[in-house]
């Protein structure tokens, strides 16, 4: 018996982006803030572009505490998101093709939000990553991480509660 | 008095502030009241239309600050942390109101409190959408010291304290 040949790499590739894509681009808040989603393999980093809108000190000048928080919010909740849907994903559970704005997994909802403010938010790009420390049927509890120039430098960091959305039965 | 132009002023200085559309309805002693519209960009979750944490998140943030900054003798802060505790969605469409209280400050540190509603329960005791409980940097001029010194408070003007006019 011949073994099924493996995926093209670009098929997969596609599949990935296309579903993180769906994912990532249906908050509006996000794309109102401009963060971005760069992926290697499962690991998603969270790109926030500096932008003047994003400012709340001028005089030092310093990113808005709330632009911080948020950041750090969508990194988790996409975070979460992704990773259940990365397992629905590649056990063939969920068929990417269809998936669009209507067939997506219904988002968690944050049940409560802790952010560690470490230091100031410079002018600049900032970086996230969140890392689902535990994750049941229900609840789920995440850490994220921000920074801007040094990976060891991080600015802001936060833990996360979420409730997790009842599936609906696969049709 | 009312001087809503400076007040509003102040918000109008913070660029995400302004970005958000945020209101500054009252401000003094150590409180501060702040609203913002409904606004579609906002949303967070598409399926429901619900505004995002993270904006509710920032305008508790700036509403704190502002809270600690009109607390007599402040001259700056920061955030250090604060937690927000989302009870129930925001109504799409409503505003959002913010209220913070500096509920203690020391030399170094400010203490604040805040709860946030939409117009279903604009009321003080109605279930708010969120609460925030948060400490931030105090950066004290000489009264703010010497208050936390426990001397006695100054009849002096207090930065920040004038009201910011009727909601």
New interface residues.
């Given amino acids: 018996m011949n073994r099924a040949k493996p995926e093209p790499v670009q098929v997969i590739k596609e599949r990935r982006d296309k579903a993180l894509r769906v994912l990532a681009g249906g908050i509006p808040y996000a794309h109102f803030l401009g963060v971005l989603f760069d992926r290697r393999g499962d690991e998603l980093t969270a790109v926030l572009p500096f932008d003047e809108k994003l400012i709340g000190n001028p005089f030092l000048p310093a990113l808005h505490g709330g632009v911080t928080s948020a950041f750090l919010e969508i990194t988790a909740i996409i975070e979460l998101s992704w990773s259940m849907l990365w397992e629905e994903m590649e056990t063939g559970k969920l068929d990417p093709r269809v998936l669009d704005a209507e067939h997506l997994p219904r988002l968690p909802k944050t049940i409560d939000f802790t952010v560690d403010y470490l230091r100031s938010g410079l002018p600049r790009d900032a970086y996230a990553r969140a890392r689902v420390n535990r994750s049941g049927r229900r609840y789920a509890s995440v850490h994220v991480e921000a920074w801007q120039d040094n990976r060891n430098r991080i600015f802001a960091q936060a833990t996360g509660h979420f409730l997790i959305p009842a599936r609906a039965k696969p049709e | 008095m009312t001087d809503k132009s400076s007040a509003q002023r102040f918000i109008e ?7 958000l559309g945020m209101q500054l309805e009252e401000i003094g002693d150590g409180r501060a009241v702040i609203s913002m519209p409904y606004d ?8 429901t239309g619900v ?5 509710v ?6 509403c704190c ?1 502002a809270a600690v900054l009109s607390y007599p003798g402040a001259r700056g802060t ?9 009870m129930r ?1 925001a109504r799409p469409g409503q505003r959002i109101i913010a209220r913070a209280e500096c509920y203690h400050a020391t030399r170094s540190v400010a203490f604040v409190r805040a709860s946030a509603h939409d117009e279903d329960t604009a009321r003080e005791d109605g279930l708010p959408v969120a609460t925030v409980t948060a400490a931030f940097t105090m950066e004290a001029g000489a009264s703010a010291r010497a208050l936390a010194e426990g001397e006695a408070q100054p009849g002096g003007q207090k930065p920040g304290a004038q009201t910011g006019g009727a909601a």
């Fill in positions: 200085a913070i660029p995400h502030a302004r970005a579609a960009r906002f949303v967070g979750d598409p399926a505004i995002s944490g993270g904006v998140s920032a305008l508790m943030d700036t600050g920061a955030t250090l942390d604060l937690r927000i505790d989302y969605a």
